[in-house]
Every structure is written in structure tokens, then in C-alpha cells.
């Protein structure tokens, strides 16, 4: 046995800032994407020709100029698919590879062009000459509503208490109504995928995609064969959002059905308009809402429904839906709750999942409700937040059954108030704009409540496969896919931890269907939770295996053996970790294991519309201050500080990206991203020429964040850590307020602003000049809106 001296500590376990895997070469332009593989020779590209309607039947379609364009192959139709020509991931057969006969919005694919090269497909594909007979459609949610279009999928209630009780004794209501608009993932690499053909009918397919096992799935209806024969690899991808758990799956069939059909290679690749055109985006949403309260401001009954303007098919928006109605309350206890969805179908591209799905949406309306009573009453809206939180006796029941249990706001909020200096800070605010015609200040400190688990609870499981080599050097492979969140560093760091060696000994390999079968999408915030859990699970198989040979041949008690860093304490003795294993494959002892985790605890009845659907939650809060040029509608964000709830974070450098991150992709959902579709149904804002994300300028000039270190996970999640990629996106929701605050001042405070999100300038100059009116005409929106029983 070769004696080593003990080290304090190993170089990247859990709860290290440690850099991200592929930070360096993020920066450095080495980081390797799908279109940076080197192209078998040989190999085609496809691009999808588009439909130019929003409703109609197509009478013909004549593909004569695309075929004899230079460079083309052929072409692809709902003809060529050898399977089933549908991507549904809700299995209703209503979203096809390829239209026929009919089409559903504008920019809904109809074939495929395929070509020696992408440009030559691309310029193909604007060839062909499409006979359409227009058809009625719609496109904005309320339009749906007034036209009776259906619902993509059956409604949900969530509803406790007595709703008419708690309205008739309630001595205050007040109603309302909300559009929240949806928002464009606007990822950097774009949707692609590159599929191989191999042997007999199997396929491997490059995608980007967060899902490789759904798109495994489609990919094998579309062709009509078993899943074992597809199989779908994901290194990294250029950012996700949500916006690549479904949507893939269109790329990924097109190139392999081209690539069964052609015997080549096949990459699949669009422009970034028609990415925007043909791919789904966050769901927009009515919000239409009636609240009582009594003259603190307590809240007592809330009837609410959520429209969404869901598109043309189901998608997710079944789930996005029910998800937005599971946070409309936020931090808030209500008495007396209704909340329904009304998921409707439009003649749009189908919305889909993106950060926080639909979370965000539900976040808002409940916010909006609080401005509401706060406005009425005359009061700070926080004041109204902090007396209406969860928490006291008889007070902690969601409007969907769940205990909140883990409540930790008010210490939060307390914490916030403070740090942010946001009382003084108010009242200077409000004296700014006693004083100053033109701009006006506002400032608002808001909080989240996060629910962490897919809804749908057989998602909430994840697999792990780890190699142990006899240098000592470990693989990992595990379910979740890396799209810039640091994933494949924070399940490394797990890895590290158990066996108590180095970071750098660990080796992430690109995630696999091939290695891990049956895997969940990496979404719900779940990445960590899920796939760190599996990927321990597989170390302490093989930990459990190490020791019993260590005890065996060592002659000592199991008790006695423990892993240090880098090496192994047996008895009195360590030995290097190297060794050990050099040892045991000599013993024949097997050193590769394949992990596994569910969620213990969720349990959810949809049809009741009751259960755990959360194993815990996530929170935060955020404290905005804003200055409104009541001239041009302008603003600018001059400081936000935030404190987020992470639990004892995997990583906190990487956690502290990610809560900036959202934050500002937050605010940019909620001022200056808007989605616009014209009189023919076309998407107008298709490009970054007519699309506004956030800009470096457009980020608050002063910028605190931090987490709340105090935190530790009641629940046995992965070393007591907590989801970090949804729960801060909600935190740009301060902002939104801050800007109602800033132009509710025109008006002495006394009317509601009721800015429809996003809040862009020109949405914030109307709101002003609305509010000036009623000022001038003596109207008072409190005696209008609230009944005094």
C-alpha cells in the first residue's frame, strides 16, 4: 500500500465557484456547436419552404422552377414521410412534419427542399408557386374567444373555499383586466440538426435540442421505425429557453426522413426569420380578474381566467397553461380562490415552452391584483404584498391543496427592504416627482414564489452513466443537456464530491440516448435536481462495490474506509484513489454503474385539481427603480438589487449568472419584447431589425445581486441546493411595477396605471396621457372601480 499525506480538500467539489466547463472556449470561439462538425463528404442541406397564408386550403402546388434550380435533389412532402406525418408532443396528431391540403398559420412548413447546398435550398425554396384558397382566421386570443375557436386541449380549475362567500363578505372588490405578451427565445445558435443515415434503418441525429429522448421519439414515428434505431447526441447547445424541448423536433425529423430517403448526411438549418416564423414562442395571455379585500388591503376572494393564445395545435400549452394558474398566487395566501385556464386555438405558430412556462404569465396577473388593491386603498403595493403572504395559521393552503412549507419570503423581503434602503428610497421617489414635470421616478420591491418539479410527474426521473477507468479518471454521462446554464460543471462538481477527487479528473460527455435511455427534457428548472441526484446514485453504486473490496482485502471494517481527497483512507493508511482503483479492476471488481432518481413526495390528480405537483420551493426578490420620460414614454432602469433563494448553491458563481440572467431576460419579456402579427396573420417582428431583446445599455446602471447564503434546502435535493434557472426570471416583474409607479404619479397616485405588458414606450406614453385625461376630467379610478358593500 503506497502511503499519502492528507490535503484539505479536493479542487472543484460542490458548493465551489468554479468556472464554467466551457466558459473558455465560449470566449475563445473553439466551443463546438452542431454546425461546426466536420461534413461527411457527400453530405445535403435542407430548407423548409413555408406557407404564405394564415388559414387556407392549398389547391396546388407546382414544384417544377425548385426542382431545376441549380444544385437541388429533391424535394420533400407529407408524401415522402415513411411513418406517421405528426410531431405532437402531446400525441394528438395535430401538429404534422408537413401541411397538406390545408394550412394553419403563415409560415407553417409545407416541404422541404433538399440541395447540395443550404443556399442553393434556400433559394429553391422561394420557387415554388402555391395555388391557396383563403379560409377565416384569427389571431389574437380575445379574437378567438369572440369567434368561438376551440380549445387546444381541455381547461383546468383550481378552486378551495367558498369564492361566493368570500366576495359577499369582502367590503371592497375590485375587477380588472390584463394582456401579457409572449416573448421570442431568440437563442444565439439556432434551431439545426444534422442527421447521418447508418446501417438497415438506423439513423443518428446531431440536434439541438433539450430533449433528445422526445426527439428520439418523433424522429422514430416520423420514419415508421423502433426508437432503438435513432439515436440522438447533444454536446451543447447556443442557448435554449424552452424554446428547443419541442420545436427541435421538427429539424431533427425533415433531416432524418432526407437522410433515410438520400442515403447522405443531411444538415437542416434556417435563417433567423424563418426560425422566429415557423417556431413557437412564450404564450401570450388575457388575464381577466375580480378581487375582494377588506380596508387593510387582505385579501379574501380571487375569481381569475387566464386566456392564452395557444396557435394553430396543442404543443404544451395543456401544461403551460395549468402552470401559469399554479402561480397566480405568488407569495399570497387567497381565502376564497377560482382560477381557470382557457387554452385557445389561433391561426398562429403553436406557442410553446420558454423559462418559467407559464409561470411567469400566472406571476404577473397575481401582481397586477396587488397593484390593484394597493391602488385602490391608496397604499404602498408592499404593503399590501407583506400583509397578504403565506404564512400563520390557516394560512399556508395553495389554491391546488399543497402545504407551503418551506416558506422563507419574509425574511427575504426583510433582508431586501433593508439592503436596498427601499423606504427612503420610496419617499424620495415620490418627492422626485412632486418636483419634476417631465421624468418621473418609480421604484417597487416584488417577490417569488417557485414551484420546483415537472407537473407531469412521470418527468420527474433521470438516469446517469458513470465510468471509473484504472487511471483513475471518471466519465460521466447523464440525461440533462448543456445549453450554456453550466449543467454538465454542476453534476461534474456531484461527481467530484463523491468520489473526492479533482474536477479535472471528470470528463462530461456529450449527452446520448445511446448511454441514457428514457430521458426528460432539461427544463422545468429540473437539470441539477434530477440528473445530479442520478449521477451520485451511480457513484455510491460503485463506492459501495470499492469498499467492500478495500475491507476484503485490506482486512479492515467498512466503517474504517472513507474517500478523502484524492485518495482513500483505509484503516490507518491512505492510499491515491488512482491506486485503489488499480487494484480493484485488477480484483475484477466492475466500475461502471448506471444511476437513477425519482422525486419522492409529488403526487398530482389533474381532473381534481389537487396534489403535491412541488417537491419544494424557490425564492427571491427584487427591488427596482426607474425613471419615465412622461414626454416620449422612455425609460431607464437605474438600479435593481436582488436576493435569491438558491439553497446551499452547487455553484455559486454559476448561480449568480444565471439569477442575472433571467433577470434581465425577465425585463425584457415585460418592456421591450414584443411579438406584432398583421391584418394577414403574418409575424411582423420576425428579426432583430423589429425585435428589441435587452441590450448591455438597456441592463440596470447600478446592478446588487446576491444570494441568500442563509438558505439550505429542507428537502433532500442534491447536497441541499435549490433550482436556479426559472425561479429568477420573475424577478424582472419589479421593474414593470416600478414603471406603473412612475406613471401612476401624473395623476397623484389615485388612478391604477394598468400598463398591459410589455411595457414599451409607447404602451407607457399612452398609459401617461390616459392618466393625465382622467386627472383633468376629475375622475377618480378608485370610485369607479371599488364597490363599497
Avoid at 490535503?7 to 454546425?35: L, Q
Avoid at 447522405?264 to 401570450?284: F, L, N, Q, Y
Wanted: hydrophobic share 40%; glycine share 8%; proline share 5%.
Amino acid at each position: 500500500m503506497n502511503v499519502m499525506q492528507p490535503v484539505d480538500r479536493v479542487r472543484g467539489a460542490v458548493h465551489d465557484k468554479e468556472r464554467h466547463e466551457s466558459g473558455h472556449k465560449h470566449v475563445s470561439g473553439t466551443a463546438e456547436y452542431i454546425d461546426d462538425i466536420p461534413e461527411p463528404a457527400g453530405t445535403l442541406h435542407g430548407y423548409l419552404g413555408l406557407s404564405q397564408r394564415a388559414h387556407a386550403e392549398i389547391l396546388s402546388v407546382d414544384f417544377e422552377a425548385v426542382r431545376n434550380s441549380p444544385g437541388v435533389v429533391g424535394v420533400l412532402t407529407a408524401e415522402d414521410i415513411p411513418g406517421e406525418n405528426d410531431i405532437s408532443p402531446a400525441h394528438k396528431h395535430d401538429d404534422p412534419v408537413f401541411a397538406a391540403g390545408k394550412v394553419e398559420f403563415h409560415g407553417q412548413p409545407i416541404f422541404a427542399v433538399i440541395a447540395t447546398s443550404r443556399e442553393a435550398a434556400r433559394r429553391a425554396a422561394a420557387k415554388v408557386k402555391i395555388d391557396y384558397r383563403d379560409l377565416p382566421h384569427v389571431t389574437d386570443v380575445l379574437e378567438a374567444a369572440a369567434a368561438n375557436y376551440p380549445l387546444v386541449i381541455d381547461p383546468l380549475k383550481l378552486e378551495r373555499g367558498d369564492i361566493d362567500a368570500g366576495f359577499a363578505q369582502a367590503k371592497n372588490t375590485v375587477s380588472g383586466e390584463m394582456r401579457i405578451g409572449g416573448q421570442d427565445h431568440f437563442y444565439l445558435e439556432g434551431q439545426i440538426s444534422f442527421a447521418i443515415p447508418g446501417e438497415d434503418d438506423e439513423v443518428t441525429v446531431f440536434s439541438s435540442t433539450q430533449h433528445p429522448s422526445e426527439t428520439q421519439l418523433m424522429v422514430a414515428h416520423v420514419l415508421g421505425v423502433p426508437s432503438n434505431a435513432v439515436t440522438v447526441n447533444v454536446r451543447r447547445m447556443g442557448g435554449g429557453f424552452g424554446g428547443k424541448e419541442t420545436q427541435a423536433n421538427l429539424f431533427a425529423a425533415v433531416a432524418a426522413v432526407a437522410a433515410r430517403k438520400y442515403r447522405r448526411a443531411i444538415k437542416v438549418r434556417p435563417d433567423r426569420d424563418d426560425d422566429m416564423t415557423a417556431t413557437g414562442k412564450r404564450h401570450d395571455f388575457h388575464v381577466d380578474y375580480k378581487v375582494g379585500f377588506d380596508d387593510d388591503g387582505r385579501i379574501e376572494a380571487v375569481d381569475a381566467v387566464f386566456a392564452a393564445r395557444c396557435g394553430f395545435s396543442a404543443d404544451l400549452s395543456g401544461p403551460v397553461t395549468d402552470r401559469a394558474l399554479f402561480h397566480a398566487d405568488n407569495c399570497y395566501f387567497y381565502p376564497n380562490v377560482r382560477l381557470r385556464s382557457r387554452p385557445l386555438k389561433t391561426n398562429t405558430v403553436s406557442n410553446t415552452a420558454f423559462r418559467g412556462f407559464g409561470g411567469p404569465q400566472g406571476m404577473v396577473g397575481g401582481e397586477r391584483m396587488i397593484e390593484d388593491v394597493a391602488y385602490a386603498l391608496g397604499k404602498d403595493p408592499l404593503e399590501i404584498r407583506k400583509l397578504n403572504f403565506y404564512g400563520g395559521e390557516g394560512r399556508n393552503l395553495t389554491p391546488y391543496h399543497q402545504t407551503v412549507e418551506d416558506n422563507i419570503i419574509g425574511r427575504i423581503i426583510e433582508e431586501l427592504e433593508v439592503s436596498s434602503d427601499y423606504a427612503a428610497r420610496r419617499q424620495a421617489a415620490i418627492a422626485f416627482n412632486r418636483e419634476s414635470p417631465v421624468i418621473k421616478r418609480g421604484i417597487a420591491l416584488t417577490p417569488v414564489k417557485f414551484g420546483i418539479s415537472f407537473t407531469k410527474t412521470e418527468y420527474n426521473q433521470a438516469g446517469a452513466l458513470v465510468h471509473v477507468y484504472t487511471d483513475g479518471s471518471i466519465q460521466l454521462n447523464h440525461g440533462g443537456t448543456e445549453m450554456g446554464q453550466g449543467l454538465y460543471t454542476k453534476v461534474a462538481q456531484v461527481v467530484a464530491d463523491e468520489f473526492q477527487v479533482d474536477l479535472d479528473h471528470i470528463k462530461v460527455t456529450a449527452t446520448s440516448t445511446g448511454k441514457v435511455p428514457n430521458t426528460s427534457a432539461t427544463a422545468a428548472s429540473s437539470g441539477s435536481d434530477l440528473n445530479g441526484m442520478a449521477a451520485a446514485n451511480a457513484c455510491q453504486q460503485i463506492k459501495e462495490r470499492l469498499v467492500r473490496f478495500a475491507a476484503e482485502r485490506y482486512g479492515v471494517g467498512e466503517a474504517d474506509i472513507a474517500f478523502e481527497p484524492n485518495t482513500v483512507r483505509i484503516g490507518a493508511e491512505r492510499i491515491a484513489f488512482a491506486d485503489l482503483i488499480k487494484a480493484a479492476y485488477a480484483a475484477r471488481v466492475q466500475l461502471s454503474a448506471a444511476g437513477f432518481y425519482k422525486t419522492p413526495k409529488i403526487h398530482w390528480s389533474r381532473a381534481e385539481g389537487r396534489g403535491r405537483p412541488f417537491y419544494y420551493f424557490a425564492y427571491g426578490a427584487s427591488c427596482s427603480e426607474v425613471s419615465v420620460d412622461t414626454l416620449t414614454g422612455e425609460y431607464q432602469v437605474e438600479r435593481t438589487d436582488i436576493i435569491h433563494d438558491v439553497g446551499k448553491s452547487l455553484n455559486p458563481a454559476l448561480d449568480l449568472g444565471q439569477v442575472e440572467g433571467a433577470f434581465v431576460q425577465g425585463m425584457g419579456w415585460l418592456t421591450t419584447e414584443e411579438l406584432w402579427w398583421d391584418a394577414k396573420g403574418r409575424l411582423r417582428t420576425h428579426a432583430p431589425s423589429t425585435y428589441k431583446i435587452p441590450l448591455a445599455s438597456d441592463r440596470p446602471r447600478v446592478f446588487n445581486v446576491r444570494l441568500a447564503e442563509w438558505s439550505i434546502n429542507r428537502e433532500e435535493t442534491i447536497r441541499r441546493s435549490k433550482a436556479v434557472g426559472e425561479p429568477p426570471f420573475m424577478l424582472g416583474i419589479s421593474v414593470l411595477e416600478a414603471i406603473s409607479m412612475a406613471a401612476a404619479s401624473v395623476a397623484d397616485y389615485r388612478i391604477p396605471p394598468r400598463i398591459d405588458a410589455p411595457a414599451t414606450p409607447e404602451r407607457v406614453l399612452m398609459a401617461v396621457e390616459r392618466l393625465r385625461a382622467a386627472r383633468a376630467a376629475g375622475r377618480d379610478d378608485r370610485a369607479a372601480k371599488i364597490v363599497d358593500d
